[in-house]
């Protein structure tokens, strides 16, 4: 069993649509974060989280960390949006040593 | 821009052949790290550097290598190539480890292909 995992692995929506994308994992951590990769390959760190849950633009980010468990929202989706999220745990005490997910591939459809 | 950069974006090789990648980290961020993005797995743990020394080791070959330099940038050296060795190769950068927020600050990466 993987220690991070995300479902769903694909999502396809149309433009508007609010968007889940949720990560589990089964190890102890310090810290998650949620990251974007356009299909170009670049990487980009949208959040942070130890605890609760934040909100940028569009994008919420929570956490609860009794249940393992966070979710990736999208708000009013966009085609611009379509790219692969990555669900990372960063697992010692100086936030690093991070174990990513799988990736959930996202297609917004216009 | 991440401020991250990673040179050569393109490298196309053939088996056997030894590699260098190269990476400069955001100014003043002192921790590099390297990962592997194969195209059947997601991204793995390379190696991490902290101020020149080794700090953390993932699932890192032995046939493969890496350094931080006192400037702060670090290189990955890949050598006796496989085919399997092909991927991309990211190298990310995070501040000082007092008052660390734990943000990774991504490259744009290296696409190694092996011919």
């Known amino acids: 069993k993987n220690e991070v995992e995300q479902s769903p692995q694909n999502l396809t929506a149309q433009e508007g649509e609010f968007i889940t994308i949720n990560c589990s994992y089964s190890?102890?951590?310090?810290?998650l974060h949620w990251l974007q990769q356009h299909p170009g390959g670049g990487i980009v760190s949208l959040f942070m989280l130890s605890s609760g849950k934040k909100k940028h633009g569009r994008l919420i980010a929570t956490i609860n960390i009794q249940e393992k468990h966070s979710s990736l929202h999208i708000t009013a989706s966009h085609p611009r949006d379509s790219a692969v999220y990555i669900c990372a745990v960063s697992r010692d005490n100086y936030g690093q040593n991070f174990v990513f997910g799988p990736g959930t591939r996202l297609s917004v459809l216009p | 821009d991440s401020g991250v950069t990673q040179t050569p974006k393109h490298l196309i090789t053939a088996t056997g052949q030894r590699v260098t990648l190269r990476c400069s980290p955001r100014s003043g961020d002192l921790s590099v790290y390297w990962y592997q993005q194969s195209l059947d797995q997601g991204l793995q743990f390379l190696i991490q550097y902290y101020n020149g020394e080794e700090r953390a080791k993932g699932n890192i070959l032995e046939r493969f290598s890496a350094q931080q330099f006192p400037d702060l940038h670090s290189e990955l050296n890949l050598s006796s190539l496989e085919l399997g060795d092909s991927a991309l190769y990211f190298c990310?950068?995070?501040?000082?480890?007092?008052?660390?927020?734990?943000?990774?600050?991504f490259g744009e990466g290296s696409r190694l292909t092996v011919l």
């Open positions: 190890v102890g951590i310090s810290a």
């Open positions: 990310a950068s995070s501040a000082p480890l007092v008052g660390n927020t734990g943000e990774l600050f």
